[in-house]
């Protein structure tokens, strides 16, 4: 088990690094350069967000659009609304219209497999026209049957101006007089409207819209117009899930296909049984145009907005740049500053192409060729101590000098040394000065580890000490050499 543990630990990509400080107070090095950058990249990134999101919210993005031809078997389509409306051309208050007189009757015929099953008179509807006159508004009912592999309209309809007789009209109706009938048909215009109500979706938003075709089709004695009407339809697929999800689907009319003809009123009383003026036969095509409307998801969502803001943080490659940079000139001049503690009073001053030309001490002005040459030398010894060969090189050396005057036994012994917690416990064992050889207190007290062993070559320590402005020198040996080397800053 504790194998199969440790395989899974290798495998772990998600494992985060020991990160070492550099300093104590910043485990990675920032500037204000990379603050003010930052805020900006993320301030844009952030308004750039939400200005996607808006505009999702809002539907302005375009969805993505296919089109292709697709043979329906009209399942999903919507005829139960007022798809077709017939009324007179009115477009004079004076004239007669021919249905509220009753010089013409509108007749709807339905066929099946080619022949005719219902026949009924069509009543003028409430509903009032540009004109001012009323609609007729006719059920639709199409029917299909596939045959071969081929669906075939079976099921149509037609819609016959006719003459008004009274077999047609109901109890208590009469039709109009023959004075009416021939000043209807010594108009100057006598026309038929035919309107067709399409329904199409709005590609920005899949919001349903509506739109109108008109066909005329003239009234006169000796003719029958036919308007042979096809109307076409289209297949809707919209995919507007947020992520994941199943399509929806809409079918609707949305326009049409007319062939007119014109016959004799003999040869249309012959086809039909009725003395007509005008025949409207409605059925509908087989094939129509499938469109998927493909609407942005969470998904392009965040891929749009990802994109610009990957772009946007290439400039943090950059900013690591010069950051890697002033943190190495950083380091590099506190390491100098460690060696000669004047060095951090150095002020240098630099042209606009970023060249030293002026260095002062203590407001002494330096020499500025000497200041270079030294700054170089310096700067090279430095680099070469940062690197953790030379580090690891430095710690071999300095055991070797204490080896040259400890032994080998006495080395081995530091291991088990250490700082006591006696100070934590609740009864204090006191220490015999008479215990090591007659050593006094105050010697005894030198040689045993304490607190201040910890730090007593820290930064921290340099810096209060430098503060203080006063170095205790308790060896005698050892003051020429502090004399010589101490400096005040």
């Not at 009924?120 to 609609?135: P, Q």
């Not at 009912?141 to 109901?170: A, D, H, W």
Request: charged share 20%; aromatic share 12%; with cysteine.
């Amino acid at each position: 088990m504790s194998l199969l543990v440790k395989h899974i630990k290798k495998i772990d990509f998600f494992g985060a690094p020991l990160v070492q400080q550099i300093d104590q107070e910043q485990s990675i090095y920032k500037s204000i350069l990379g603050g003010v950058i930052t805020l900006l990249i993320c301030s844009a990134s952030l308004l750039y967000t939400i200005w996607v999101i808006y505009l999702w919210y809002t539907n302005q993005f375009s969805p993505k659009i296919s089109s292709s031809v697709y043979v329906s078997n009209f399942e999903l389509l919507d005829i139960n609304y007022d798809l077709i409306k017939i009324c007179y051309y009115k477009y004079e208050e004076n004239l007669i219209d021919p249905f509220e007189a009753k010089v013409l009757l509108p007749l709807i015929m339905y066929t099946e497999n080619y022949t005719f099953t219902e026949t009924k008179v069509l009543n003028l509807t409430n509903e009032i026209t540009y004109y001012g006159n009323r609609y007729i508004i006719p059920q639709m009912r199409l029917g299909f049957t596939e045959i071969n592999g081929v669906l075939i309209t079976t099921s149509e309809m037609y819609i016959q101006i006719v003459k008004c007789t009274p077999e047609l009209l109901g109890e208590g109706e009469q039709c109009a007089s023959e004075e009416i009938s021939n000043q209807f048909f010594s108009q100057a215009q006598n026309i038929i409207i035919m309107q067709i109500k399409n329904k199409q979706l709005n590609s920005k938003d899949g919001s349903m819209q509506s739109s109108v075709q008109e066909f005329f089709v003239q009234v006169e004695k000796p003719n029958c117009y036919t308007l042979n009407t096809f109307l076409q339809s289209s297949f809707y697929e919209v995919k507007d899930s947020i992520l994941f999800g199943s399509p929806k689907y809409y079918e609707y009319v949305n326009g049409a296909l007319i062939q007119p003809q014109t016959n004799t009123v003999e040869y249309c009383q012959q086809a039909y049984g009725d003395e007509t003026y005008a025949s409207l036969y409605i059925v509908m095509k087989g094939n129509q145009i499938k469109t998927i409307l493909e609407y942005p998801n969470a998904g392009d969502l965040l891929a749009n907005i990802g994109s610009i803001v990957s772009v946007l943080f290439m400039v943090r490659h950059i900013i690591v740049f010069f950051n890697s940079y002033f943190l190495n000139e950083k380091i590099i001049n506190e390491m100098i500053s460690y060696y000669y503690p004047q060095f951090s009073l150095i002020k240098t001053h630099k042209n606009w192409k970023q060249e030293i030309v002026n260095v002062t001490l203590q407001k002494q002005t330096l020499d500025l060729n000497e200041y270079k040459r030294f700054y170089e030398d310096i700067r090279s010894k430095i680099e070469q101590k940062l690197t953790y060969v030379n580090m690891l090189y430095e710690m071999s050396r300095i055991y070797i000098l204490i080896r040259s005057s400890k032994s080998i036994d006495e080395i081995k012994k530091c291991h088990s040394l250490g700082v006591k917690l006696g100070h934590l416990r609740q009864t204090t064992l006191g220490i015999d000065p008479f215990s090591k050889c007659g050593l006094s207190s105050k010697e005894l007290e030198d040689q045993i580890l304490n607190d201040e062993d910890i730090g007593i070559l820290s930064l921290h320590e340099r810096k209060k000490q430098f503060k203080i402005n006063n170095i205790v020198d308790e060896e005698p040996e050892l003051i020429d050499f502090y004399d010589l080397n101490r400096i005040k800053l």
